[in-house]
């Protein structure tokens, strides 16, 4: 197979991401018609269509929708490297490696806590990706969810928060479940079920509940997350969250936890902190272990 185009890659790229043609012809300084040349070129280097254009603008279809997160991804990486390289010598900054969901829903929300308390300590946030190793030269911390504890070269591991799930969705949705007290289960099936990544949380969910099923389990599957949380809060369904990512919207009565069965009690949250680099990085990596654990709120 010949190299990716790269240009079009570029095109594509900022057509979903500013969502039209001609935003992305404008923020690329060229002309709308070369962006659409340059889309239909990468169409049909993978030959199969990335917008469905059926309708008065066109739309995105899940492949196309799934490509685009992951170069998102993959060209916010090359301009932080490419930052890094022109910017002058500085003081390094703490690299913290986290998958999206701490990311998002703990990390970030709680960062400015950390910079009020040490503002020496300059930090970098990266996503740590499933299924990529994670290179502890560069990385000082790293935040993971494993089935079982990760043993990562270059690091020492722990238990940061517990992985186990329960059932949410908003609140419209649950006002409707509580009519459905004495058969839950099924009144979530009727509801409709969210899945993140498969469906096999969902289904052990269920035989635990003692619901015997006649037939497969439907519902959407997010790869991300994020991608799942938006929806159980867009009232979309029930969805088996960790209870520990989602403490902020239950606090805030964003999503409603309908029952205290759970689901994948053995998986858990890791926090990694490396154990090479000097020791003025390792000092900062420990100062803000620390600061962490103390800020999870778990025992």
């Not at 998102?72 to 890094?84: K, P, Q, T």
């Not at 926090?271 to 778990?298: I, M, S």
Request: aromatic content about 8%; overall charge negative.
């Amino acid at each position: 197979m010949s190299q990716p185009p790269l240009n079009a890659l570029r095109a594509f790229e900022a057509v979903a991401r500013l969502g039209s043609f001609n935003a992305a012809a404008k923020a690329l300084f060229v002309t709308q018609s070369a962006v659409s040349h340059q889309v239909r070129h990468l169409e049909r280097w993978l030959d199969r269509p990335l917008f469905d254009r059926s309708g008065a603008r066109p739309r995105l279809l899940p492949r196309g929708e799934a490509l685009a997160r992951d170069l998102g991804l993959a060209l916010n990486g090359i301009e932080v490297a490419c930052a890094r390289a022109k910017a002058p010598d500085a003081r390094p900054a703490l690299v913290i490696a986290a998958i999206p969901s701490v990311a998002l829903c703990w990390l970030i929300p709680r960062l400015n806590s950390f910079r009020d308390r040490h503002p020496e300590i300059p930090v970098r946030i990266v996503y740590a990706i499933h299924g990529q190793t994670i290179d502890f030269r560069e990385v000082d911390l790293a935040f993971t969810y494993a089935a079982t504890p990760p043993d990562l070269i270059g690091s020492r591991s722990e238990l940061f928060l517990p992985g186990v799930s329960v059932p949410v969705c908003n609140p419209a949705v649950a006002a409707k479940l509580h009519e459905e007290e004495a058969r839950l289960p099924e009144a979530i099936l009727q509801a409709g079920l969210l899945h993140d990544t498969d469906m096999s949380g969902w289904a052990g969910w269920l035989a635990r509940a003692g619901l015997r099923l006649d037939r497969p389990l439907t519902g959407p599957t997010f790869e991300d997350f994020n991608l799942l949380r938006a929806a159980a809060l867009s009232g979309q369904g029930v969805a088996l969250c960790p209870a520990a990512m989602i403490s902020d919207d239950l606090d805030s009565d964003r999503l409603v936890q309908l029952s205290s069965r759970s689901a994948l009690e053995s998986y858990g949250y890791y926090l990694h902190v490396a154990e090479t680099g000097d020791a003025a990085r390792r000092a900062f990596g420990e100062t803000f272990r620390e600061w962490a654990l103390e800020a999870r709120g778990f025992e």
